[in-house]
């Protein structure tokens, strides 16, 4: 009715009056009329359509993209979360003003739904990563395809426990995954290429995911398939509670490693690894905000404890333990506060003798001044107890650092991006760990240095 009502009205514009009007004048106003409602009509399906056809469609990305430099002037080499001599263990300090690395991730998204509810998802992910500060890349590219996979959920024919399942299947980063963003370390990383069922609702207050996750070892590169690691996982979330269980196998991986000491290791067929965790509503029970505190445990290849079952060269007889907890708060009105710790504890790692004892601890603060200025400040702390069954290196790693950054709205949290960001980073370390190498991993120089940093970081 509103429809014709409007269209009469725009006619009777159009239309030349006169005192009375002919049949056939009215004849030929009807018409226009229809016309002017079937193209009313066809555009509002064609508004609708277009609305419909955007949301089938997502595109999400992350990336950083960072110049540093030292106090010679020189490009700072070696820098990043892991740049101390338990690196290579897993072991981060504090990120701000330290990476040096332009990574980029871009997410494409196709989502479809029928009439009855029923949906279907289909993501890639395309991601590169390079260290040189020129425009053009391409000798130095490492892009790649790092997830393609689909997914099925609100299927009719699911019941029960499966009613609100998902289910998927191809090469993918476990939906669950969750990290210290502070530390750029995850928690726990598990991917790879597989099938599995999220949400599987158990009992009224216990949902479990289920997996299998393949991955390579390869004895020249990572794209050989020699050697398949099966990955088996349950991840258990009751309220606030998680319970991670994975168990792994990869037959012929057993073949013996002998080192320059003669010392021969049997590289471990099977592993499992377990996480047990809380993850807070609040600040540790003192304040707004969230917190996350847990344990994970493995053996054989599941000593990989952020990495699960991405390590081939395990001894048989590998163990860790690794402790970690992180929390995010407001104290003040232009105060907020994120502490973060992680340690862990190895042996028998790579060979039967060798032992590793590692801890870190960071602390970021930021102040806002404006609505779009704050200063962020970061202070970082490492121990490391190192013995690698050749040679022992114990002491610590020290980090401060001072950020001006620029971002669209202080009051929004640590959490919200884009942020351009100027840091001044002050790094140093115990001279016994000068040079010291885990397992042939990078070594560091000597300590007492001064970086400079520009750096973009985004995510949407």
Do not use: C
Request: hydrophobic share 40%; no cysteine; net charge negative.
């Amino acid at each position: 009715m509103k429809t014709k009502t409007l269209a009469l009205a725009i006619a009777s514009t159009l239309l030349p009056t006169s005192a009375v009007w002919a049949n056939s004048d009215i004849a030929a106003l009807e018409a226009r009329i229809n016309e002017l409602e079937s193209r009313l009509t066809t555009t509002e399906q064609t508004a609708q359509q277009a609305v419909n056809t955007a949301s089938q469609f997502e595109f999400h990305g992350y990336a950083r993209a960072g110049l540093l430099t030292n106090d010679d002037l020189n490009g700072a080499t070696g820098t990043g979360p892991y740049m101390t001599a338990a690196g290579s263990l897993g072991a981060p300090v504090g990120r701000l003003g330290l990476e040096a690395d332009k990574y980029l991730e871009a997410n494409l998204i196709h989502n479809r739904m029928l009439d009855d509810g029923s949906k279907a998802r289909f993501h890639i992910m395309l991601a590169d990563s390079v260290e040189t500060n020129n425009e053009w890349t391409s000798d130095d590219s490492q892009l790649n395809v790092r997830q393609v996979y689909a997914e099925l959920s609100n299927l009719t024919s699911f019941s029960g426990a499966f009613e609100n399942a998902t289910v998927w299947a191809g090469k993918r980063f476990d939906r669950d995954n969750f990290d210290i963003h502070f530390f750029d370390s995850d928690i726990v990383f598990l991917s790879g290429t597989g099938a599995g069922v999220y949400d599987v609702q158990l009992a009224d207050n216990w949902k479990a995911n289920f997996s299998l996750y393949g991955r390579d070892f390869g004895e020249i590169d990572s794209s050989s398939t020699n050697i398949e690691n099966y990955v088996a996982t349950m991840n258990n979330r009751f309220g606030p509670f998680q319970v991670m269980i994975s168990g792994m196998v990869a037959a012929d991986n057993e073949d013996p490693m002998v080192d320059a000491t003669a010392l021969v290791t049997k590289r471990a067929e099977n592993g499992i690894h377990a996480l047990f965790a809380y993850h807070g509503s609040d600040f540790f029970g003192f304040n707004q905000g969230s917190s996350s505190t847990g344990l994970l445990l493995g053996q054989g290849l599941g000593a990989e404890l952020k990495g699960i079952g991405s390590n081939g060269n395990l001894n048989d007889d590998a163990k860790a333990l690794r402790l970690f907890s992180y929390g995010v708060t407001r104290f003040a009105d232009n105060w907020r506060f994120a502490p973060a710790f992680m340690a862990e504890y190895s042996k028998d790692r790579i060979k039967k003798s060798d032992e590793f004892k590692w801890a870190s601890f960071n602390v970021r603060l930021a102040q806002e001044l404006t609505e779009n200025f704050e200063m962020v400040y970061e202070g970082s702390y490492q121990y490391m107890d190192l013995d690698n069954s050749v040679e022992q290196a114990n002491g610590s790693f020290y980090k401060a650092t001072l950020a001006p950054t620029l971002k669209l709205s202080t009051a929004s949290g640590f959490f919200d991006r884009p942020e351009l960001r100027f840091a001044v980073s002050y790094v140093d370390w115990s001279s016994d760990l000068d040079n010291y190498a885990v397992n042939d991993a990078s070594t560091m120089g000597n300590g007492g240095e001064t970086v400079f940093a520009l750096q973009m970081e985004t995510w949407f």
